[in-house]
């Protein structure tokens, strides 16, 4: 029973307070850019993004945590904690491209696909103890999928983007992406 005890009462390399302030930082985070799709009636919203940040920043502390374990301190044993990177960017990367279709000759879902993508990125940044990082990809995320998307159809770039149907949808080429 005390040989359980301890396994419980393991004791981890980051502060318990430090672990929760980067978790809840990429939960945080992961809401901004979930909000951003959320609003643009995105397939993959809120809950979405905040869980694929909060997963990748928990894969960040694991790995942190797995290169300070007292186990492997005395073991000849090659730790690289870029394959933790590897596998969030794989693993969300398969998450992201099943939000990508093809339908009726119009591809939906790309930016919100690279918004999950990057929402992995930055969630591993909040899980490594990066906030710098973490803020400024966030910042870009925001400015790219919300101002550019209102720039893009003030200016008639995105005439498809536009909550109203255009009145030549007709002429426009089949293969249109739509995000």
């Known amino acids: 029973m005390s040989g359980l005890a301890e396994e419980f009462a393991h004791p981890t ?10 978790l809840l930082l990429a939960a945080l985070l992961g809401a901004a850019i979930g909000f951003e799709r959320e609003w643009r ?10 869980l694929i940040c909060v997963a990748a920043a928990t894969f960040g502390i694991l790995t942190i945590e797995i290169i300070h374990l007292p186990s492997y301190a005395q073991k000849e044993i090659a730790l690289d904690p870029i394959r933790a990177v590897e ?20 591809v939906r879902g790309l930016t919100t696909g690279a918004g999950m993508w990057l929402a ?6 909040c899980g490594l103890g990066l906030w710098q990082i973490a803020g400024l990809g966030t910042l870009l995320v925001l400015i790219v999928m919300g101002l550019l998307h209102t720039f893009e159809v003030r200016t008639g770039i995105a005439e498809d983007k536009k909550d109203e149907p255009s009145k030549d949808k007709a002429a ?4 249109r992406r739509k995000d």
Do not use: D, M, N, Y
């Open 87 to 106: 596998a969030v960017t794989a693993g969300v990367a398969f998450l992201a491209a099943g939000s990508i279709l093809f339908t009726r000759g119009e």
């Open 120 to 125: 992995g990125a930055i969630g591993l940044a």
């Open 41 to 50: 009636a995105s397939t993959a919203g809120l809950r979405t993004h905040i």
């Open 13 to 22: 390399f980051l502060s318990f307070p430090v672990i929760v302030a980067r």
């Open 172 to 175: 426009k080429p089949a293969t």
